[in-house]
């Protein structure tokens, strides 16, 4: 398994920008499929994005197709998750998770999972 720890959250207003960033330990980080879930009060964690291990290849919730973009940076052993056009219902803690293997979007697959950081988004 990997450490994971996310950074960057904060207070933003509707229409805004974030960038959040998931730090991971260990020497195979191109071997994991990185995601971001998210978790609002009183709401299930859903699933926000996932990126393979090289990079090639995406997959977003619908809810925010368009408005974020995942990314990976290898010699950092870093993922980022750009956050434009943000809104109200995007308010959540946000957890990084890693998994090896494929691309999935169902957070059980995932085998590590960070602490989480706090976006929130003010109208």
């Known amino acids: 398994q990997v450490q994971l720890v996310e950074s960057g959250g904060g207070l933003v207003q509707a229409g805004g920008s974030l960038r959040l960033s998931c730090a991971a330990s260990?020497?195979?980080?191109?071997?994991?499929?990185m995601g971001w879930f998210r978790q609002a009060p009183g709401k299930e964690r859903e699933f926000v994005a996932a990126?393979?291990?090289?990079?090639?290849?995406?997959d977003y919730a619908n809810s925010v197709k368009g408005r974020f973009t995942i990314f990976r940076d290898n010699t950092k052993n870093t993922v980022y998750l750009q956050m434009n056009s943000l809104k109200p219902e995007d308010t959540a803690n946000y957890y990084c998770?890693?998994?090896?293997?494929?691309?999935?979007?169902?957070?059980?697959?995932?085998?590590?999972w960070g602490q989480g950081t706090q976006v929130t988004v003010s109208s």
């Open positions: 998770a890693a998994r090896r293997g494929i691309v999935r979007s169902t957070q059980s697959e995932f085998e590590s």
């Open positions: 260990g020497r195979t980080f191109s071997s994991y499929a």
């Open positions: 990126i393979s291990g090289s990079g090639g290849s995406t």
